[in-house]
């Protein structure tokens, strides 16, 4: 089937702009993970969703960070007021609940870069 | 201290070696681990995880843990030219909801 989606593929925007990143998971599953990869860095968790709980906001660097998920599926990052240091790829991942493997799968990424 | 270590390479081995990736955690309480392996400009995809104390082999790829030094390792043997990539160890913590990274180790295997 169809694996994670996410757009744009790549942005480009002027610091102090708002940006929006979308995510489609894999059908079926109801976790849903964002996290940011800067260049030359690992992987920094941003933000857990799991059906209808609460979402794991723990790793938003600042508010200017949100995230929503709508009906249980697509998932929005927004980035309010842009800054350069916010310039990363932002990658979405999804997972079955009830794998035993644990397994996130991770989609193409957005590349943002603020000007 | 972070909270996943790995050596950020690049770490350089001829074509039919064994690679020897290594990575330390500092949560003593984890309890799941992972090896990813990212090719340039693409997303990570899961090459193994390991649960238990001791070594798990599949294919060419074996992971190994020892939860009193906090060190979970992945060994590729006969090393491919197609095997050059980088590889993220992940730790789950949060109670089982999160992962944590490392910087990832950059894997040339050469001709």
Not at chain 1, 45 to 51: D, E, M
Request: with cysteine.
């Amino acid at each position: 089937g169809a694996g994670v989606s996410q757009s744009p593929s790549n942005k480009v925007t002027e610091k102090g702009k708002d940006v929006e990143l979308r995510c489609d998971p894999i059908s079926g599953h109801t976790a849903l993970y964002w996290y940011r990869q800067s260049l030359g860095q690992g992987l920094e968790f941003l933000i857990y969703f799991q059906g209808n709980s609460a979402p794991d906001k723990s790793g938003l660097p600042s508010d200017r960070f949100s995230a929503e998920r709508t009906g249980g599926s697509v998932s929005t990052l927004t980035i309010q007021r842009t800054q350069q240091e916010d310039s990363a790829v932002y990658l979405c991942a999804s997972r079955y609940l009830l794998a035993t493997t644990y397994e996130q799968y991770f989609g193409p990424g957005t590349r943002l870069t603020v000007t | 201290q972070k909270e996943v270590e790995q050596n950020s390479g690049p770490l350089s081995v001829p074509e039919g070696a064994i690679a020897s990736l290594n990575c330390t955690y500092s949560d003593r309480g984890s309890q799941s681990f992972f090896w990813y392996r990212q090719y340039s400009g693409k997303s990570p995809e899961l090459i193994m995880f390991i649960y238990s104390n001791g070594d798990k082999e599949d294919g060419r790829f074996t992971a190994q843990l020892n939860k009193a030094s906090q060190y979970v390792s992945l060994l590729i043997r006969d090393s491919q030219p197609s095997d050059s990539a980088t590889y993220l160890c992940a730790v789950m913590t949060g109670g089982g909801n999160k992962l944590t990274f490392g910087t990832g180790t950059q894997l040339k295997v050469e001709l």
